[in-house]
């Protein structure tokens, strides 16, 4: 934003020095930190309350999205005939009967397990009385 050379700085500093002098610059300059901390503290706020108008009109926008979906989401429900709940009486002449499921009837025993794999087929191990042992797997007892 602001672009200052050395040379540019150096000179600031020097008529600094003669015009407040060596005794009051320290206190100056100490004064001028303060000031420019409490302008980014001001910066900071004017920030945050800009944020927080741009958030409001976005809610807002959304708000109005979502009310005008809900609108046209409630005219359409509004048309459809409405299905009998727990309130409203059922007359058992016009209630069509349940349909029969098809497939297999379920059982309450759970499923069975799927048959073993046969093993040592294609992998080239030797299998039978002759053959080494398995090394035991890492964490197993013996």
Do not use: C, Y
Not at 50 to 58: I, L, P, S, T
Not at 62 to 68: D, I, P, S, Y
Not at 72 to 83: G, I, L, N
Not at 114 to 125: E, H, I, L, Q, T
């Amino acid at each position: 934003m602001f672009d200052f050379a050395t040379s540019e700085l150096l000179l600031v500093a020097i008529v600094a020095l003669i015009v407040i002098g060596p005794k009051e610059l320290p206190n100056a300059l100490r004064q001028l930190g303060r000031m420019a901390g409490k302008a980014r503290v001001m910066t900071r706020h004017l920030r945050a309350g800009f944020d927080e108008m741009v958030r409001q009109a976005e809610l807002e926008e959304m708000e109005k999205e979502w009310r005008a979906h809900n609108a046209r989401v409630m005219a359409e429900t509004a048309d459809a005939p409405a299905w009998p709940g727990p309130e409203t009486p059922v007359d058992p002449m016009v209630v069509p009967a349940p349909v029969p499921a098809t497939g297999p009837p379920m059982s309450s025993s759970p499923p069975s397990p799927p048959p073993p794999a046969p093993s040592g087929a294609g992998d080239g191990a030797a299998h039978g009385p002759d053959a080494p042992a398995a090394p035991p797997r890492p964490g197993s007892l013996p």
